[in-house]
């Protein structure tokens, strides 16, 4: 991959007593340099994540971003990402990563949840593409993807990460909402 080909990664992090999660857009080129930063937040245990996504993408106007990298498909307290619509928005490939093996959502939707707002969760959810495991470099993380063959999806992932096994613009996206939250709370 040329080294200019950028990506926007997208982050989040929150502490319980705020209610509310920050979001992070990070725009980062394949070489690492990140050449973007946006801000927006959504609600613990909402479902207004994926409207936050988008607005990422709208305050950053970054056509030249070729991929969405999210690093969650639930934050917020399964506040459930519809990776469709983002695709759909975007016009360009989405991939999400998260980082720990599961059995996955619905059982802890199920504890958390019932009436429409499970029905809600449960159907975002189910619509989301099929989670598969990737090596980078001894690590292990869990990509689903819309837009990009599961081979081109390894190939991405796998570009973006030049070391250890969180792809840069998740990595770089994580650490801004880390210390946009930070401040945040700071100021209360």
């Known amino acids: 991959m040329k080294s200019g080909v950028r ?4 982050a ?17 080129r394949a070489d690492c340099i990140c050449d973007g930063l946006a801000y927006s937040s959504c609600h613990l245990g909402g479902t207004d994540a994926t409207d936050a996504v988008l607005g990422l993408l709208d305050d950053l106007e970054r056509p030249d971003a070729r991929y969405v990298m999210l690093g969650a498909v639930a934050p917020a307290w399964y506040n459930i990402l519809d990776l469709s619509r983002i695709h759909e928005a975007a016009e360009r490939p989405v991939i999400a990563v998260t980082f720990e093996a599961s059995d996955g959502l619905a059982a802890g939707l199920r504890d958390a949840f019932s009436g429409p707002e499970l029905e809600t969760r449960l159907e975002t959810y189910r619509a989301l593409p099929e989670r598969r495991e990737l090596s980078l470099d001894g690590d292990t993380v869990y990509v689903r993807a819309i837009g990009l063959e599961p081979t081109e999806t390894d190939e991405t992932v796998r570009a973006f990460t030049p070391a250890g096994g969180r792809p840069e613009p998740i990595r770089v996206a994580r650490l801004a909402a880390r210390a946009a939250d930070s401040y945040a709370r700071s100021l209360e």
């Open 7 to 10: 990506a926007l990664g997208i």
């Open 12 to 28: 989040e992090s929150y502490h319980d007593d705020r209610g509310r999660s920050t979001l992070a857009g990070a725009v980062v």
